[in-house]
């Protein structure tokens, strides 16, 4: 079986996956912190010491295509993988369905975002790293694919703009999300359903993850 690095953004993402593929040999995975500039800096430092047979990038994606549901995997194949039919295969018959992505600088949060979104670039998802990483895959010719799951769908808002809650590195701001949870208390329930979604969303990319490594 090829080596193969796996990068999400964030642990939350990664936690089911991990656990499922801790110890196995040649399976790597990657916290890269969210956006283009902090997904491309990890990546890079990981070239560093070697380089895998193929780079996944994964983790949550925002619904663009009404068609997608919260929980739905989808993937994009680019630069030396595009053509690769063995991949798109491999994942297809580990439950992803083929999708464009649009990799942005902000998280879209609400439905009216998301809608505008669709029609300029008429992506089927969105999300905030992939664009970097297969870039750098693609200066050393490392085959890279997207394969995300929907965590909002398009008609969904967040219940926050995390984008005001976020440090300049992109990162949670603990202290602005308390204080804004103060401000709105009322959103407690939305912020716990988002994470019941978003656990149950991770836990169905790792099992479709879970199939592509078992597979090779």
């Known amino acids: 079986m090829p080596s193969i690095l796996v990068c999400f953004a964030l642990k939350e ?6 656990k499922m ?3 196995r040999p040649g399976v790597f995975t ?3 912190g969210m956006g283009r500039q902090n997904a491309e800096k990890s990546v890079r430092n990981f070239f560093a010491s070697g380089s895998p047979e193929l780079v996944l990038t994964c983790g949550f994606a925002g619904g663009l295509n009404p068609d997608l549901k919260t929980g739905d ?3 994009e194949l680019a630069g030396p993988a ?5 991949l798109t295969a491999s994942l297809s018959a580990a439950g992803a369905r083929p999708a464009k992505f649009f990799c942005a600088d902000l998280i879209a949060t609400t439905a009216a ?14 999300e905030m790293e992939s664009g970097a990483i297969h ?6 010719g490392i085959p890279c694919a997207t394969v995300r799951v929907i965590s909002d769908a398009a008609n969904e808002d967040l219940p926050l703009d995390f984008n005001a809650l976020s440090k300049a590195d992109q990162s949670l701001d603990f202290g602005k999300l308390f204080l804004a949870i103060a401000k709105s208390p009322g959103k407690i329930g939305a912020l716990m359903a988002l ?4 656990r149950f969303a991770a836990g169905e990319m790792a099992g479709v993850l879970g199939r592509i490594i078992s597979s090779g």
């Open 30 to 32: 990657l916290i890269v």
């Open 21 to 23: 593929a801790a110890g």
């Open 195 to 198: 994470q019941k979604k978003t």
């Open 82 to 86: 595009a053509d690769n039919q063995e």
């Open 73 to 75: 995997v989808v993937f």
């Open 135 to 140: 870039a750098v895959c693609a200066e050393r």
């Open 13 to 18: 993402e990664a936690a089911p996956f991990h």
């Open 113 to 126: 975002e998301k809608n505008v979104l669709r029609a300029k670039t008429g992506a089927d998802a969105v």
